[in-house]
């Protein structure tokens, strides 16, 4: 019988667009499309420009980077990097706003389309290759997570760091077309270089998780195609990956790949964010901005907001009494200020500034959380939240059961409304780079080339 390890990498390796459903390819695109916006907008934060300098590496000429490794570019100056930084950096872009998409109890675009991006552009891949490694990389973080039980969080691993790093190894296997023998060292290899901690939310080495995986995805994918080995059970071995992220008493690891299984993508998809902080918030705010617009609530009305979530929230929202924006981005009572505050919640509200507003720090200890027990539709957050909010005049208001936030692929974007945050973050270009940017992204596996997108102000 084939090992965990062997079946994922064949289904990795053997991953062709043909293959993909249409809807398949259009959640990936969509995927795609947003991580680069929100990629463009997060390049000019603190964060990134420390990963850049320090280990980003020096600027390459050319294609070719010193020590024969391939190069691709940084966004969005466009200023070339040996792939696996680009990668990083990028990486690091990529989720540091946190306003990129989540599923699969993490963030699989932070992790996925950094990787393939460099990953494409040193190897020359079209579009059309791109779509089929994000969903090989999609698809092997899926069957990976339905074998580790209980949620990651709660053990204090941050899934993106850990399943990113090997579904990014699966992406750029794909791109650099691996057969299933190679494909299996890269996933292996990229097991061992999987890590990071829920305890870090909140500060900047969160968003160095996704750079990481996806520069590590790269190095993996690169160091197999050379010949590099890892051991081939190192997913299904009673001392490997799965026993190592879940638990011991479980099978999980030795059960076979259903080769009639449904496409991960498909069943779980992608969930767009709409405000720039963690998805735990998501709808409850959705839910205060609905009873403070239709009820015409001012600040000053305000005695308490109360919100009722689930405890793997909280625990994500660590943060009660944030000082900058960066703490603010997991902080269920900042959410709940600046929604009643600002009545948005925005990146203009994520900055030291907004959080530092004597009404934002006094609107903080009116805010109070209860746990709803329970898991939800996503095995992760509660099956719903719950908002309600005291007035002084002594009425209460309270919202219904919050299932989905607005933008989860239960109740999707509109392509309108993709597009108009797609423009916002990337609103330094032109408006015709903007519009051909979206549009090769809507289009992708038609485009030639990473460079026929546009992402580089310089490109």
Not at 22 to 30: G, N, P
Not at 357 to 384: H, S
Not at 425 to 440: H, I, Y
Request: net charge positive.
């Amino acid at each position: 019988m084939p090992s965990l390890t062997q079946e994922l990498a064949e289904l990795a390796a053997g991953m062709t667009l043909e293959a993909i459903p249409e809807e398949a390819r259009r959640i990936a695109k969509t995927g795609f499309a947003d991580c680069s916006a929100v990629m463009i907008a997060g390049a000019k934060e603190s964060a990134v420009g420390i990963v850049a300098r320090e280990l980003g590496g020096a600027p390459i000429g050319g294609n070719r980077a010193n020590g024969g490794g391939q190069s691709a570019s940084l966004l969005p100056t466009g200023g070339k990097r040996e792939a696996q930084n680009a990668a990083l950096v990028n990486g690091v872009a990529a989720h540091v706003l946190d306003y990129d998409d989540v599923a699969l109890d993490g963030h699989p675009s932070a992790a996925l389309v950094p990787a393939v991006l460099a990953q494409a552009e040193a190897s020359g891949s079209t579009g059309a290759e791109m779509v089929a490694a994000y969903v090989a990389g999609y698809e092997v973080w899926a069957e990976l997570l339905a074998r580790i039980s209980g949620p990651m969080h709660t053990k204090g691993w941050h899934p993106t760091a850990v399943l990113g790093t090997v579904a990014a190894a699966a992406a750029c296997g794909r791109l650099r077309r691996l057969d299933a023998e190679r494909m299996a060292h890269a996933l292996a290899l990229a097991g061992s270089m999987a890590a990071g901690l829920v305890a870090n939310f909140g500060t900047m080495t969160k968003s160095f998780h996704a750079g990481r995986a996806a520069q590590s995805g790269l190095t993996a994918a690169r160091l197999a195609a050379a010949g590099f080995t890892a051991s081939p059970d190192a997913f299904e071995h009673q001392a490997g990956f799965v026993t190592a992220f879940g638990k011991k008493e479980k099978p999980e690891a030795i059960r076979p790949l259903d080769r009639k299984r449904a496409w991960q993508i498909l069943q779980q998809g992608l969930n767009v964010k709409r405000y720039p902080l963690c998805y735990a918030t998501h709808r409850a705010i959705d839910a205060t901005l609905d009873l403070i617009e239709s009820h015409q609530v001012r600040p000053d009305d305000i005695e308490k907001i109360n919100v009722a979530t689930g405890r793997t929230q909280m625990l994500m929202l660590r943060n009660h009494r944030p000082r900058t924006g960066l703490e603010a981005k997991f902080s269920m009572e900042f959410a709940m200020a600046s929604a009643a505050i600002a009545r948005r919640v925005g990146l203009g509200e994520l900055t030291d500034g907004f959080v530092l507003k004597p009404e934002v720090q006094t609107m903080l200890p009116k805010i109070d959380t209860g746990i709803i027990a329970g898991p939800g539709a996503d095995d992760t957050f509660a099956p719903y939240d719950v908002v309600s909010i005291k007035l002084k005049t002594g009425r209460a208001i309270k919202s219904g059961k919050i299932e989905f936030a607005l933008g989860s692929h239960r109740k999707p974007m509109s392509a309108d409304q993709l597009q108009a945050k797609f423009e916002e973050c990337v609103s330094s270009f032109p408006a015709a780079a903007r519009a051909k940017a979206f549009d090769g992204f809507m289009a992708l596996e038609k485009v030639a080339s990473v460079q026929a997108l546009g992402l580089a102000r310089n490109g």
